[in-house]
């Protein structure tokens, strides 16, 4: 008995565009149920070194939820390159001013940091309002664990 390896090409027949509203969604909870969904994982057919996943929408981004004390004590760092060029912003913060991108390093973090991990960010699309221009695709509601 052999173990069964999807090729590139049958992934790419069988790929499928999913809607998540992320309205009053917990941030961590949402993005573990977007990464494996992103990266393929929930499909019998998973081959971990290929890009088997779906496509995600993540419409309403702006409503997440942070739990406990994240909001303020969650930090985000970024660096200029430059001596001194340390940026810090925290959750509150980048909640207000872009959400999308709060969403996207959470669930970034969870996709492998290789080549193919890039190349699984790229399905994700996130917006901070409930309008997408991804309707000619036909998205399909995703249900996620309570």
């Given at each position: 008995?052999?173990?069964?390896?999807?090729?590139?090409?049958?992934?790419?027949?069988?790929?499928?565009?999913?809607?998540?509203?992320?309205g009053d969604k917990v941030l961590g909870?949402?993005?573990?149920?977007?990464?494996?969904?992103?990266?393929?994982?929930?499909?019998?057919?998973?081959?971990?070194?290929?890009?088997?996943?779906?496509?995600?929408?993540?419409?309403?981004?702006?409503?997440?939820?942070?739990?406990?004390?994240?909001?303020?004590?969650?930090?985000?760092?970024?660096?200029?390159?430059?001596?001194?060029?340390?940026?810090?912003?925290?959750?509150?913060?980048?909640?207000?001013?872009?959400?999308?991108?709060?969403?996207?390093?959470?669930?970034?973090?969870?996709?492998?940091?290789?080549?193919l991990g890039r190349r699984l960010s790229?399905?994700?699309?996130?917006?901070?309002?409930?309008?997408?221009?991804?309707?000619?695709?036909?998205?399909?509601?995703?249900?996620?664990?309570?």
């Open positions: 008995m052999k173990t069964y390896q999807m090729r590139r090409q049958e992934a790419l027949a069988q790929r499928q565009w999913y809607i998540v509203d992320a909870r949402l993005a573990t149920e977007v990464a494996k969904v992103l990266r393929g994982k929930h499909k019998p057919s998973f081959t971990p070194h290929e890009d088997v996943g779906d496509f995600v929408i993540v419409v309403n981004a702006r409503s997440v939820r942070l739990t406990g004390k994240k909001g303020a004590g969650k930090v985000y760092y970024r660096h200029s390159e430059y001596p001194g060029g340390l940026r810090v912003t925290t959750a509150q913060k980048m909640l207000a001013d872009k959400p999308e991108a709060l969403i996207r390093l959470a669930v970034k973090g969870m996709l492998p940091k290789s080549r790229t399905k994700l699309k996130v917006y901070a309002g409930p309008d997408h221009p991804h309707e000619a695709q036909k998205p399909q509601p995703l249900t996620l664990r309570a």
